[in-house]
């Protein structure tokens, strides 16, 4: 497929088709009282040339155009959308961007947060498309005032990277520029294969990944691939044996297929096939959010165009994203710390362990596993006057893991207690109290945090 798919004109385009969508919805809410102006109805006409898309597109985007998407969201609805851009450029130094989407957007107010991805896989064009498709559904839907989605947006927060391995899309091939796969190089269980990486997390674009997925509280996180009609979630291997939120995954997988349609299949994705450092694996185990891979592709024999992959797949998609939404928002699908702090006061919960990888000959000629540590913190401020908080966190009891220090483990029920480090602190960084926090899934623990509040406004000595 070609890359260079889109005219100048696209942005127009498509941002007619935005202008259409969100003034038709405006006015299926308001009958009445949103007059029909003439900026209204010039672009209906046109809109027939269109998608029935969000954007209206009918073609693939190029990185510029996804760039501008972005970009033109951001500076629409600056109370929703906020610019993110990860911390490490590409390897041939390209810039990995993506948005954030609630109401209220620069509030760090401690809500759930549901990240979906795209485009793991350079080649897999369809799922940078659908993540992005989403992201404007949900916008042009807020702004509307839907109100599923609004009161979705209420209580949680949604990221999106449309397109993770951008050398790989702009090369349009599946690896990144140094030829690893990257969904074969996060270091839980990495095995130095073919395609793995010279070590666990030696590609930017996983350790991007890993930023985004700990420095918030990520309880949900979908990865978009093609061309399978699957959704998978952890374990990787059968030797990892099922992993103790199994019901839970395999619950939010299957609405999820059951949304894409009666092919898709909901199973742990080593049934599917067996493979080794992938995102999905990681991140359950990091953080006990429910990890997806969502894979779509047309129905076999149906041929693969945009039509088919992208616009006749999207509003399954939407409906498979929403379940993702749901669960982020559901307080039995993540953990609450409750508490009263001084006005201004930043919070913020810090935890750091060791996760390993599989065994492997190591340089020095023995078979061991690498230890490689995982730190995952967060921050939320307090602006409001009373100091009441409610903070929506990933479980501090994380899953047994099956790669361990002495190697595989593969029978495991238990969750380790990997204790929240909660810091109450002046907005200049200095800590007034420092709180130990377990709370379990679905669980709400309140913290005392008398000391901080009788130090905040004390003045320092000296
Ligand atoms: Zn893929």
Sequence with gaps: MSRITSSPQKRGRLFHGLTVTSALAALALLPAAFPATASVEAPVTEAAAESPLPSGNTDYRTLADYETDMDQLVSDHPDLVEPLTLPFPTSSGRTVRGIEITDNVSAKDGKPVFVTVGMHHGNEWPSGEMTMEYAIDLVNRAAAGDPEVTALLDQARVVVVPIVNVDGFVNNRRQTDTNVDMNRNYGFGWLPISTSGAEPWSEPEARNIEWLLTTRQATTFVTQHTC???????????????????????????????????????????????????????????????????????????????????????????????????????????????????????????????????????????????????????????????????????????????????????????????????????????????????????????????????????????
């Design 228 to 462: 399978i009609q699957v959704v998978l979630y952890p374990p990787l291997q059968l030797k990892a044996g099922p992993t103790q939120d199994v019901d839970r995954l395999h619950d939010l997988a299957s609405r999820m297929a059951t949304h894409y349609g009666p092919g898709y299949i909901a199973r742990d994705s080593a049934h599917d096939y067996e493979t080794t450092g992938e995102a999905i694996d990681w991140a359950y185990f990091a953080t006990r959010g429910l990890a997806i891979t969502a894979e779509t592709c047309p129905d076999r024999g149906v041929e693969r165009t945009f039509e088919t992959q992208v616009v006749d797949t999207y509003p399954e998609h939407r409906l498979a994203m929403n379940e993702g939404l749901i669960n982020t928002a559901s307080p039995e699908q993540h953990a609450t710390i409750t508490g009263k702090a001084p006005k201004d006061a930043v919070l913020r919960i810090e935890r750091s362990f060791e996760m390993y990888t599989q065994p492997f000959t190591q340089e020095d000629g023995t078979e061991r596993p690498e230890a490689f540590t995982t730190t995952h913190t967060s921050e939320m401020e307090l602006p409001h006057p009373n100091g009441k908080f409610s903070w929506a966190v990933n479980p501090s009891y994380l899953p047994t893991p099956p790669y361990q220090a002495e190697g595989i483990v593969p029978d495991r029920t238990g969750f380790d207690d990997e204790q929240w480090i909660l810091t109450c602190e002046r907005p200049d960084g200095t800590v007034l109290q420092t709180v130990p926090v377990s709370v379990d899934l679905g669980e709400s623990v309140e913290v005392n945090l008398q000391e901080c509040k009788k130090n905040f406004h004390k003045k320092s000595i000296g």
